[in-house]
């Protein structure tokens, strides 16, 4: 069964330190990954996108990394600020159409 | 703003009750897909829809269903609403192909009583 792990469940950081959330997963075929942000009671929002020849693509203060060989990934924030308090959640696609979700990772920024 | 649209954005139904949601794709998108979102659970795959097809299904029992128009604007619809139904359902757009984006609409929060 194709699976999506990710780490930590939450994280409570101050504003203006960088953060790392990671994603395990075990989609089989895959064709890319994606990371989108997710506001409280919205639809998630994607940041990036990452085919399975890519290491590294970055979106302004976040930066995606997919090791495709050991299927992991991580998103990394830099400089947080406030309104990055969201789910950022990893998602996989298999190779077709489905995207496979993670339960996502819970981050508040404090002040 | 993505361009998709959902209706209603809140819903309170009864047990046993029937349903529809309703989501408008982006323009030039002929793919609708839905999910359930538990609180607290990442979206869950319900179907895809494309060009008017089912063209998938995750692990959703038949009394969940759906309509894609010519529009490309879908439906889904619940039948016989049970208290775990109550979740948020996200329909999402897209163009057919391996790399493209996928737009979500803000969502229809059911709760069932």
């Known amino acids: 069964k194709n699976q999506v792990e990710q780490s930590p469940q939450s994280l409570i950081i101050l504003e203006g330190k960088n953060c790392t959330l990671q994603?395990?997963?075990?989609?089989?075929?895959?064709?890319?990954l994606r990371w989108y942000k997710q506001d409280t009671g919205r639809g998630p929002v994607s940041l990036t996108i990452?085919?399975?020849?890519?290491n590294t693509k970055s979106n302004g203060r976040y930066t995606a990394t997919l090791d495709a060989d050991t299927k992991q990934s991580s998103l990394h924030i830099t400089a947080s600020q406030l309104s990055d308090s969201a789910s950022y959640i990893c998602v996989p696609r298999e190779y077709g159409n489905k995207l496979v979700f993670g339960a996502g990772t819970i981050l508040r920024v404090k002040s | 703003e993505t361009g998709v649209t959902q209706s209603p954005t809140h819903l309170i139904k009864t047990r046993g009750q029937q349903v529809t949601l309703r989501c408008s794709s982006q323009?030039?998108?002929?793919?609708v897909s839905w999910y359930q979102q538990a609180l607290g659970q990442g979206p869950q795959f319900i179907f895809q829809y494309y060009r008017e097809e089912e063209n998938g299904r995750g692990n959703f029992p038949p009394r969940f269903s759906g309509l894609q128009f010519p529009n490309y604007s879908s439906e889904l619809n619940v039948n016989a609403l049970e208290l775990d139904d109550s979740a948020l359902y996200l329909c999402?757009?897209?163009?057919?192909?391996?790399?493209?984006?996928?737009?979500f609409g803000q969502g229809t929060r059911l709760t069932v009583v």
């Open positions: 323009s030039g998108h002929n793919t």
């Open positions: 999402a757009s897209s163009a057919i192909g391996l790399n493209t984006e996928a737009f």
């Open positions: 994603c395990n997963y075990t989609v089989s075929p895959f064709s890319n």
């Open positions: 990452m085919t399975f020849s890519e």
